[in-house]
């Protein structure tokens, strides 16, 4: 069974909201009064709707911005870090090592050497979040 | 003010596939082919109009969950998504050339109030209109 149609309106605010402003402190409390929507159904219902968790977004969002922050400006990796919302740059590390399958300052050398991809930033952010399959590949599924 | 659209995305099936169809049968031409990661940005555009970029995308992950990602490839194949309309500059010329190529034509070639007008599918199953405007309807 599908949600309602204004189920997902909701939910796809939640989730704009953290495409947005990923750099806050996104709790779930906060994120189901965006969805207009009960802390337990909303976690269930994101899921449902979207394939993973609220916190599991949350983080590939973080991740696929700290790609873009690392692979087009000339900020360091512990800037990076606090750019995208992490608080220690260890666990930036490790969930980026772990998504993404190889350090941020590998990733940033990498890239920075080979110079930007010509992809527009609308569909880099849209298309290249690392995703659940590689969370669920690694092993650092998690929940919100 | 917003002046045009610079780029369409189109879902496709397979992005090999697609990219033979829009360039072997209907002449587009690259404009970037591009991965990064495992995204791959491949995009073709009419000849001379490398200012109008068609993005050639397959529905998945990161961008939609499996479950979407299926149903949108489901109404592609079923043939219920429409993508958009080309000009062409005359139409039953045009519609010869590419019948001739392979393209599956779902109407001839026929007189409308806007202009003469045939429709196709691309090989994935999207449906574009294809016109001829007249010169009152030629949009300036």
């Known amino acids: 069974m599908h949600e309602p149609i204004p189920v997902y309106v909701h939910l796809r605010r939640a989730k704009d909201l953290m495409d947005r402003e990923y750099a806050r402190e996104l709790d779930v409390p906060a994120l189901a009064r965006e969805a207009h929507a009960s802390r337990a159904h909303f976690v269930r219902s994101f899921k449902k709707a979207f394939g993973e968790t609220p ?7 973080r991740i696929e911005r700290a790609k873009e922050f690392l692979r087009s400006t000339g900020l360091s990796v512990t800037e990076v870090s606090i750019e995208v919302g992490f608080r220690s ?56 | 003010m917003i002046t045009a659209l610079s780029h369409t995305t189109i879902w496709v099936l397979d992005q090999d596939e697609a990219l033979e169809f829009y360039t072997q049968k209907l002449g587009f031409e690259v404009n970037t082919d591009a991965t990064m990661d ?14 109008y970029e068609l993005v050639l995308l397959v529905p998945g992950a990161p961008m939609m969950d499996e479950q979407s990602a299926e149903q949108v490839k489901a109404l592609v194949a079923k043939g219920a998504l429409g993508a958009g309309a080309f000009e062409t500059e005359h139409c039953q010329k045009t519609y010869d050339e590419l019948s001739s190529r392979g ?32 010169a009152a309807n030629d949009g300036n």
Request: charged share 20%.
């Open chain 1, 55 to 61: 916190h599991q977004y949350l983080l590939q969002r």
């Open chain 2, 103 to 134: 393209v599956t034509f779902l109407s001839e070639p026929t007189e409308r109030f806007y202009g003469i007008e045939a429709t196709f599918r691309d090989n994935s199953g999207n449906w574009f209109s294809m016109t001829q405007r007249t």
């Open chain 2, 38 to 51: 495992d995204f791959r940005w491949l995009t073709v555009s009419p000849p001379e109009r490398p200012d």
């Open chain 1, 89 to 144: 740059l260890g666990s930036f590390s490790a969930a980026f090592r772990a998504l993404v399958g190889e350090s941020p300052s590998d990733y940033a050398r990498r890239w920075r050497a080979a110079g930007a991809p010509p992809i527009p930033a609308c569909f880099t952010l849209m298309h290249t979040r690392p995703h659940r399959a590689l969370f669920e590949k690694q092993g650092t599924d998690q929940q919100a």
